[in-house]
């Protein structure tokens, strides 16, 4: 694939111009209908260009940039190999270069670098190299180790053509029932704030250029305190309440990550209740988007929406209304007007710019307000190089995501971040374990177990056992929302008394993916050791386990001891629930008897 070269027709393409001057140059070529597919940001997935997306209800991508003018897209799912992402980026590049301006697509993407595999908020990392999630790099807690995540993930982003990262997410993790909190850094404003700037240092480069992916820092000001835990992207969790008047505090991180120079901001769906803001959306807030974040924090980058504010959709068949929290009596294109007039510019996961061009030609928004956010978007698709060069070399991808070096990095950080927190007693500890020894496992694949141990078949036969555990989360009614574990932090009395009688047999180790702050007293009381992790493979489980690796992990939130304490906790208030079982910071990092200690990892 060549780089598009100027022509006399297209003088915004001559590089040597000031962005600012091309941007102009572009603007003024513009139809008010091209101009209008700018400020959309829809879903897309890999495959046949000319067909729609039947799981998420979106028109083929071919439509949306021929017939409706738009050139941002948000990738969902992934593919087996990075040639085959690349190969289809490039598909989509050429449909944008054959429009009548010839305007670059610009694709983002989710996190996908771990181990979460819901398409509402992340994938799975397939062909990408594989990393603890944020709140895995929280419980390091090195900043250098998070930007050289970034670093790595930029490349391999760039190499199939992904140049917006829908992330970081610096949300303060304070109400533990909350679904959305394994992708933060965890309950500290200051550890969010400092691992965050390093993570947009990492993406977007020394500089934001060409070899750079625009950070969308999310989801401001701030999700965390939601009443009863509960997530606004469904109706029933749409109200952020703070009895502990913690609002400005959720504003820090995000602070911060301006400060670090984030290119992009995605406002949250939950409505603020009984403060000094307009209880609407934070999407639809002109107090908070102009107010707060434009007039305050002087963000003058673009402002995305999150996910479907103005549209009722169905998602995996089931239907789901509007996020249109608080304005839920307006029309989609009243619900258009006030967010555009709260100083949002893009709105994301929709797809009817015909609305935009209806206001701005009945006179209901003016079209300098229209290019005001298209000047927003237009510098970043010009400071991206995606005019010179749209295309990726497809060739190149495999050997660039995933390869042994990043990778390598990678799992190293996987098995820092487990975070061990008993370890029998000082007189008798039960890490590390030895490596002959007979192992029954539960929720690891035997074929992992080679080099570590003799599998046995039985719990009576077992010098040691090993569980894999889920921290609990409640069924939900439609599949969508069941992937966002929500509700009680308890284990069954089944999950219980199972491991009860495995720890008759044998002294039991259990490990929790501690996607929310499970309630494990009642497994700490039975279990001769308990580590957490958020996102590690068998193996890294298994090198801290024997010793091979020291853990270096430390928890990044509170660990609430009851049910009870977590539904008396102010949902806006960091370590607020009463007398937690262990506390943010806690990690045992030597293993064995007093004065063993085991070698420091290194992770870069």
């Known amino acids: 694939m060549t780089s598009t070269?100027?022509?006399?027709?297209?003088?915004?393409?001559?590089?040597?111009?000031?962005?600012?001057?091309?941007?102009?140059?572009?603007?003024?070529?513009?139809?008010?209908?091209?101009?209008?597919?700018?400020?959309?940001?829809?879903?897309?997935?890999?495959?046949?260009?000319?067909?729609?997306?039947?799981?998420?209800?979106?028109?083929?991508?071919?439509?949306?940039?021929?017939?409706?003018?738009?050139?941002?897209?948000?990738?969902?799912?992934?593919?087996?190999?990075?040639?085959?992402?690349?190969?289809?980026?490039?598909?989509?590049?050429?449909?944008?270069?054959?429009?009548?301006?010839?305007?670059?697509?610009?694709?983002?993407?989710?996190?996908?670098?771990?181990?979460?595999?819901?398409?509402?908020?992340?994938?799975?990392?397939?062909p990408f190299s594989e990393w603890p999630e944020p709140l895995g790099l929280a419980a390091i807690g090195d900043e250098e180790l998070v930007e050289r995540f970034g670093d790595i993930a930029r490349q391999e982003y760039v190499a199939v053509g992904l140049r917006v990262a829908l992330h970081p997410q610096v949300d303060l993790a304070t109400e533990p029932r909350w679904s959305r909190q394994v992708a933060t850094f965890g309950e500290d404003a200051e550890l969010a704030g400092r691992l965050g700037s390093a993570y947009v240092r990492g993406f977007q480069g020394a500089s934001f250029g060409p070899g750079s992916v625009?950070?969308?820092?999310?989801?401001?000001?701030?999700?965390?305190?939601?009443?009863?835990?509960?997530?606004?992207?469904?109706?029933?969790?749409?109200?952020?309440?703070y009895p502990g008047g913690a609002f400005e505090l959720h504003l820090k991180p995000f602070e911060d990550l301006i400060a670090a120079g984030t290119r992009q901001m995605m406002p949250y769906y939950g409505m603020p209740v009984g403060t000094e803001y307009e209880e609407v959306g934070f999407g639809f807030n002109r107090s908070v988007i102009t107010g707060l974040l434009r007039d305050r924090f002087g963000f003058d980058g673009l402002v995305c929406t999150d996910w479907g504010l103005l549209s009722d959709h169905e998602i995996f068949g089931d239907p789901f209304p509007a996020r249109a929290w608080g304005v839920e009596h307006l029309s989609p294109r009243e619900r258009m007007k006030k967010v555009i007039d709260a100083g949002a510019d893009q709105f994301g996961g929709e797809a009817c710019p015909e609305l935009l061009v209806d206001l701005v030609v009945s006179g209901s928004v003016s079209e300098s307000r229209l290019d005001e956010s298209a000047r927003r978007i237009l510098r970043e698709k010009f400071e991206l190089g995606l005019f010179e060069q749209p295309y990726v070399d497809a060739a190149a991808a495999d050997g660039i995501v995933g390869n042994p070096e990043f990778r390598a990095v990678g799992e190293r950080a996987q098995r820092a971040s487990i975070t061990v927190l008993t370890n029998g007693s000082v007189d008798a500890p039960t890490l590390p374990l030895a490596v002959a020894s007979r192992l029954y496992v539960e929720g690891i694949d035997p074929d992992r177990l080679a080099g570590y141990g003799e599998l046995v078949a039985t719990p009576e036969e077992a010098d040691a056992i090993i569980v894999r555990l889920q921290a609990p989360f409640e069924q939900r009614p439609t599949t969508f929302e069941s992937m966002f574990h929500s509700g009680s932090l308890e284990f069954s009395d089944e999950v219980i008394d199972h491991v009860r009688d495995l720890a008759k047999h044998a002294p039991t180790i259990v490990d929790v993916y501690a996607d929310r702050p499970a309630i494990l007293e009642p497994i700490v009381e039975v279990a001769a050791a308990v580590t957490v992790n958020w996102g590690a493979s068998a193996e890294a489980l298994l090198d801290v386990l024997t010793g091979r690796f020291a853990p270096q992990g430390r928890l990044p939130f509170d660990l609430p001891r009851s049910m009870a304490a977590v539904e008396a906790a102010r949902p806006d208030v960091p370590f607020d629930t009463a007398d937690p079982l262990f506390r943010f910071g806690h990690g045992i990092t030597e293993l064995g008897a007093p004065g063993r200690r085991l070698p420091p990892p290194r992770l870069t």
């Open 5 to 126: 070269e100027p022509t006399g027709d297209r003088p915004w393409l001559n590089s040597d111009l000031p962005t600012s001057e091309r941007i102009d140059l572009l603007l003024n070529a513009m139809t008010i209908e091209e101009k209008a597919g700018l400020c959309f940001h829809s879903m897309i997935g890999i495959g046949d260009l000319t067909e729609a997306n039947p799981v998420f209800g979106t028109l083929a991508p071919v439509d949306l940039v021929e017939r409706r003018h738009m050139s941002h897209f948000n990738l969902v799912g992934g593919a087996a190999t990075a040639r085959e992402i690349a190969e289809w980026h490039n598909a989509l590049q050429e449909v944008a270069a054959s429009t009548r301006l010839g305007i670059p697509a610009t694709v983002s993407s989710d996190p996908r670098h771990s181990f979460t595999d819901n398409p509402g908020t992340a994938m799975m990392a397939g």
């Open 214 to 241: 625009s950070t969308m820092t999310k989801h401001f000001p701030g999700g965390g305190p939601q009443k009863d835990g509960e997530d606004p992207h469904f109706a029933h969790g749409r109200e952020q309440v």
